[in-house]
């Protein structure tokens, strides 16, 4: 079964800040995701990546398979993006299963 | 396009009662997936549906839930008996083809357990 670490647990930046968010996993994967939970609970699919990199507007998403590392990062951050960001792979790594999620990243940026 | 739709938002039930949640999947989207949030806990994954299947059930609990997604209709999420420890946010996700897609979150359902 995969295990999923996140860092830093917590984190408080200042507005215009560039944010990075890592994730590692035990157990070799076919893609992995990233998620946005907001202060009312309702989850977003940012990116769903299995190599390299995509961006998407101020966030950008980062995976080295080799490594089983990922990172996702904030540019110019905004105090919008407070939320918890949520790493996720594979159960067992490719199968037709669901998901394991890392703890979350409780991430506040003040104005 | 409506996106996936949970139901009720919120529930409150007495302990011993039944708990029917509700997931009607993005139009199109075969794959349903359902995952419990505890209170200051993570996400954790309890099944993993097709239109009439059960492909993984792992994460459910075997005793109590049960999980289905008929050829019509939404999936259910049914708790028996319900008990204090069931009050969690129970999440639905939709994928189109299959589990290395996207995923596509409903707003979640909060069940509250007196």
């Known amino acids: 079964k995969n295990e999923v670490e996140q860092s830093p647990q917590n984190l408080t930046a200042q507005e215009g800040e560039f944010i990075t968010i890592n994730c590692s996993y035990s157990?070799?994967?076919?893609?992995l995701h990233w998620l946005q939970q907001h202060p009312g609970g309702g989850i977003v699919s940012l990116f769903m990546l299995s190599s390299g990199k995509k961006k998407h507007g101020r966030l950008i998403a980062t995976i080295n398979i080799q490594e089983k590392h990922s990172s996702l990062h904030i540019t110019a951050s905004h105090p919008r993006d407070s939320a918890v960001y949520i790493c996720a792979v594979p159960n067992s790594g490719g199968g037709a299963d669901g998901l394991t999620f890392g703890k979350g990243t409780h991430l506040i940026i003040q104005p | 396009n409506a996106g996936v739709m949970q139901n009720p938002r919120h529930l409150v039930r007495r302990r011993g009662q039944e708990a029917r949640l509700r997931c009607s999947p993005m139009?199109?989207?075969?794959?349903v997936y359902w995952y419990r949030q505890l209170p200051e806990e993570g996400l954790k994954f309890m099944v993993y549906?097709?239109?009439?299947?059960?492909?993984?059930e792992s994460g459910m609990p075997k005793e109590r839930f049960s999980a289905e997604f008929p050829k019509e209709g939404p999936s259910i999420l049914r708790i028996q008996q319900v008990v204090r420890g069931d009050s969690a946010a129970y999440f639905c996700?939709?994928?189109?083809?299959?589990?290395?897609?996207?995923?596509?979150f409903g707003s979640g359902t909060q069940l509250s357990v007196l």
């Open positions: 139009k199109g989207h075969s794959h």
């Open positions: 549906l097709q239109k009439e299947n059960i492909i993984d």
């Open positions: 996700a939709s994928s189109p083809q299959s589990f290395n897609e996207k995923l596509f």
């Open positions: 157990v070799g994967i076919s893609a």
